[in-house]
């Protein structure tokens, strides 16, 4: 079984402020990488999804990815209270399968 | 209706029952998942359905039993089920894009086993 390593948290970020969620893989050969954003009570919902090394920006989220390191990272600038929330990091097991990380609870204190 | 939806969407069931949770996906996708998410664990993909034909079994205890009529329809039917089945059972879908699936949720079922 192939792993997904989170920060449980929970994290604590200022509103206004930066928040960075980090995520690594074990799996070298992964190719595609997604970040869910998962509410207290709901279900996760895709919020970015990465596949080349670099940065990909959408809105205030920012997907970074480095595959010689096995991470992926997510930036949430300008955080706000209605972010806070588990983020869900999941990688590629082959074509259609999913790995989860175990997610990160964020906090924005107002 | 739009998306991936469930149903019920609470579901209390004693250990000799038998019930079925239903997924339905209005998204024109050709592949259907079951997860299942406890409490301080990550998600756990039960079963991947693809063009209706069953590709992923994770090893899956044989009282969860799915059911791929169709493209749009998925169930997973639960007989005797174990006081540690309780869970969050989530279904969703994919389309694959250049290689790519992203995976939708629905609202997910909450199963309680008494």
């Known amino acids: 079984q192939k792993e997904v390593e989170q920060n449980s948290g929970p994290l604590s970020v200022p509103e206004g402020a930066i928040a960075s969620l980090n995520c690594t893989y074990s799996?070298?050969?992964?190719?595609?990488f997604f970040w869910y954003r998962q509410y207290s009570g709901k279900s996760p919902e895709l919020i970015m999804s990465?596949?080349?090394?670099g940065d990909k920006e959408d809105g205030r989220f920012t997907a970074q990815l480095n595959k010689a390191s096995q991470y992926v990272s997510l930036l949430i600038r300008d955080s706000q209270p209605s972010d806070s929330a588990t983020y869900l990091c999941?990688?590629?097991?082959?074509?259609?399968?999913?790995?989860f990380g175990q997610g990160t609870r964020l906090t924005i204190n107002p | 209706e739009t998306g991936v939806t469930q149903t019920p969407r609470h579901l209390v069931m004693g250990m000799t029952n038998k019930k079925s949770l239903k997924c339905e996906q209005h998204?024109?996708?050709?592949?259907m998942y079951w997860y299942k998410q406890s409490a301080k664990k990550p998600l756990e993909l039960m079963f991947v359905?693809?063009?209706?034909?069953?590709?992923e079994n994770n090893s899956v205890p044989s009282r969860f039993s799915p059911e791929c009529p169709n493209s749009s329809h998925l169930f997973l039917h639960l007989h005797t089920l174990q006081p540690e089945d309780s869970a969050l059972y989530l279904c969703?879908?994919?389309?694959?894009?250049?290689?790519?699936?992203?995976?939708?949720f629905g609202p997910g079922t909450r199963l309680t086993v008494t």
């Open positions: 969703a879908s994919s389309q694959e894009l250049a290689g790519v699936y992203e995976q939708y």
């Open positions: 799996d070298r050969v992964s190719q595609s």
């Open positions: 990465i596949y080349s090394n």
């Open positions: 999941a990688v590629n097991e082959g074509a259609q399968k999913l790995v």
């Open positions: 998204l024109g996708h050709n592949a």
């Open positions: 359905y693809s063009l209706e034909e069953r590709v």
